[in-house]
């Protein structure tokens, strides 16, 4: 049966697809401690998320170091669940700033920035080596930047292309990533990939968000939708996702 989309609201689907995650990659807390104790910063450092969703990343480093951080995502309601998530568990703790923009458009600190986190978002930028490019001059000299980024694992077949809405040179291997990232004049200070484990329950709670909320809300003209939607990419992850698409975390350094 075909089946159609009535919704204006373009995050609709995103929301509810992480409505479960904390993290909106495939990252688990353990990784993540272990790359935001690697960023080593300074007491009151500032530090940008770009891109952050709910700002879990951001809000789990301002939780374990004394720093400052500004969070810059244009969907409303992942800002929302951000700050509604800071203010419970930090009452009147200010280092937390949230702003919802474009990223290119955000007010940029006087003095630029300690550290940048990115992760999941360097589309938001129009790809991997634009993003890095920026990232420098919104760097000072010294600064940090922890980038999530996709990579191919092999070759992509035409088909999960398709289905992923992507073409083969939007993405290329683990190791051009870090070569890419070296040519721009970082240094590599970490480099690690999602694991399996970590991809799979990323894939898992995101089609499972769209099911349940298909199932309890039979009214809303797009749930149908939604859950063929999530069901067709959860079948390619499974057919092809998972043995074609990595998502690496870069550590770097401004040099
Ligand atoms: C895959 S999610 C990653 C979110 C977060 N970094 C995380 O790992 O939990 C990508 C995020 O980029 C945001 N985004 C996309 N285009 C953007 C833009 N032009 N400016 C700011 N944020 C953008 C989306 O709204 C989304 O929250």
Same mark, same amino acid.
């Given at each position: 049966?075909?089946?159609?989309?009535? #919704?204006?609201?373009? @995050?609709?689907? #995103? #929301?509810?697809?992480?409505?479960?995650?904390?993290?909106?990659?495939?990252?688990?807390?353990?990784?993540?401690?272990? =790359? +935001?104790? !690697?960023?080593? &910063?300074?007491?009151?450092?500032?530090?940008?998320?770009?891109?952050?969703?709910?700002?879990? +990343?951001?809000?789990?480093?301002?939780?374990?170091?004394?720093?400052?951080?500004?969070?810059?995502?244009?969907?409303?309601? @992942?800002?929302?669940?951000?700050?509604?998530?800071?203010?419970?568990?930090?009452?009147?703790?200010?280092?937390?700033?949230?702003? *919802?923009?474009?990223?290119?458009?955000?007010?940029?600190? !006087?003095?630029?920035?300690?550290?940048?986190?990115?992760?999941?978002?360097?589309? *938001? &930028?129009?790809? @991997?080596?634009?993003? =890095?490019? =920026? /990232?420098?001059?919104?760097?000072?000299?010294?600064?940090?930047?922890?980038?999530?980024?996709?990579?191919?694992?092999?070759?992509?077949?035409?088909? /999960?292309?398709?289905?992923?809405?992507? #073409?083969?040179?939007?993405?290329?291997?683990? *190791?051009?990533?870090?070569?890419?990232? &070296? *040519?721009?004049?970082?240094? &590599?200070? +970490? !480099?690690?990939?999602?694991?399996?484990?970590?991809?799979?329950?990323?894939?898992?709670?995101?089609?499972?968000?769209?099911?349940?909320?298909?199932?309890?809300?039979?009214?809303?003209?797009? !749930?149908?939708? @939604?859950?063929?939607?999530?069901?067709?990419?959860?079948?390619?992850?499974?057919?092809?996702?998972?043995?074609?698409?990595?998502?690496?975390?870069? =550590?770097?350094?401004?040099?």
């Amino acid at each position: 049966m075909a089946t159609s989309v009535s #919704t204006q609201d373009p @995050f609709k689907y #995103t #929301t509810i697809a992480h409505s479960g995650h904390h993290y909106c990659s495939p990252l688990s807390s353990e990784t993540a401690a272990s =790359l +935001l104790a !690697a960023l080593q &910063l300074q007491a009151g450092a500032l530090v940008l998320d770009a891109g952050c969703g709910k700002a879990a +990343l951001l809000r789990d480093l301002l939780a374990s170091q004394p720093v400052r951080g500004v969070g810059v995502d244009i969907n409303p309601a @992942f800002l929302a669940e951000a700050a509604n998530a800071w203010t419970a568990s930090n009452p009147g703790d200010g280092r937390l700033t949230l702003i *919802a923009s474009q990223l290119e458009q955000h007010p940029l600190p !006087a003095g630029g920035y300690d550290a940048i986190l990115c992760v999941g978002s360097t589309h *938001a &930028l129009g790809g @991997f080596e634009p993003s =890095l490019a =920026l /990232y420098r001059q919104w760097l000072k000299p010294g600064g940090m930047l922890l980038v999530g980024e996709g990579y191919w694992k092999r070759p992509p077949s035409n088909e /999960y292309l398709m289905t992923l809405g992507a #073409t083969e040179d939007e993405l290329s291997s683990h *190791a051009k990533n870090i070569a890419r990232a &070296l *040519a721009q004049g970082f240094k &590599l200070r +970490l !480099a690690m990939a999602s694991s399996d484990e970590e991809w799979d329950w990323y894939e898992h709670m995101y089609c499972q968000a769209v099911m349940q909320y298909a199932a309890s809300h039979p009214q809303d003209p797009d !749930a149908p939708a @939604f859950r063929d939607r999530a069901r067709r990419w959860h079948d390619s992850y499974l057919a092809a996702g998972c043995s074609t698409l990595g998502f690496g975390f870069y =550590l770097l350094e401004k040099s």
